[in-house]
């Protein structure tokens, strides 16, 4: 056994913790897929990445939505995922539109829950944190999204002023 010194400490059993830098894609439970394209289709602008027989997945820019069959928990209530879209209030017009209950929540909120259960929340860009850099954006058609003040003072203050 080795003598333990200064130049020879005690190993650390324990790793130091990574940063996340972010999250890669989602997974959604759904019952059916060709039901979930269809649904989704009808709400958000996409393009299908890949598809098995049992998993299809969705474009968001540099991240994507995986649809997974095999939903067999009830639908959600707290647990939910944000999706952060160009404009909130079209989304909203475009789920009343087809028909999609809207969550009574604050007028802040605009949750809604898929025909699965999945809940989701829409976020407008311009009011939040998080940021795609241009060339993203700009890949997305999407070039013309600016942040708010209050958005851009929140990211000022983290040290991730948007240039």
Same mark, same amino acid.
């Given at each position: 056994?080795?003598?333990?010194?200064?130049?020879?400490?005690?190993?650390?059993?324990? !790793?130091?913790?990574?940063?996340?830098?972010?999250?890669? +894609?989602?997974?959604?439970?759904?019952?059916?897929?060709?039901?979930?394209?269809?649904?989704?289709?009808?709400?958000?602008?996409?393009?299908?990445?890949?598809?098995?027989?049992?998993? /299809?997945?969705?474009? %968001?820019?540099?991240?994507?939505?995986?649809?997974?069959?095999?939903? /067999?928990?009830?639908?959600?209530? =707290?647990? +939910?995922?944000?999706?952060?879209?160009?404009? =909130?209030? /079209?989304?909203?017009?475009?789920? %009343? /539109?087809?028909?999609?209950?809207?969550? !009574?929540?604050?007028?802040?909120?605009?949750?809604?829950?898929? !025909?699965?259960?999945?809940?989701?929340?829409?976020?407008?860009?311009?009011?939040?944190?998080?940021?795609?850099?241009? +060339?993203?954006?700009?890949?997305?058609?999407?070039? +013309? %999204?600016? =942040?708010?003040?209050?958005?851009?003072?929140?990211?000022?203050? =983290?040290?991730?002023?948007?240039?």
């Amino acid at each position: 056994m080795p003598e333990i010194s200064a130049e020879n400490p005690i190993p650390s059993s324990t !790793p130091t913790p990574v940063p996340v830098v972010g999250i890669n +894609h989602i997974v959604l439970e759904v019952g059916d897929l060709d039901e979930a394209l269809d649904f989704y289709g009808r709400l958000f602008t996409f393009e299908q990445r890949g598809r098995s027989e049992s998993q /299809a997945e969705i474009d %968001l820019g540099d991240q994507f939505i995986a649809l997974v069959t095999g939903r /067999a928990q009830p639908a959600d209530v =707290k647990r +939910h995922v944000g999706l952060v879209v160009a404009d =909130k209030e /079209a989304v909203r017009a475009v789920l %009343l /539109a087809n028909g999609v209950e809207i969550l !009574p929540l604050p007028d802040r909120f605009l949750d809604f829950l898929d !025909p699965w259960g999945n809940r989701i929340e829409i976020i407008g860009y311009e009011n939040i944190q998080f940021t795609k850099v241009d +060339h993203v954006l700009r890949g997305m058609g999407l070039g +013309h %999204l600016r =942040k708010t003040d209050a958005a851009i003072d929140e990211l000022t203050e =983290k040290g991730m002023r948007p240039d």
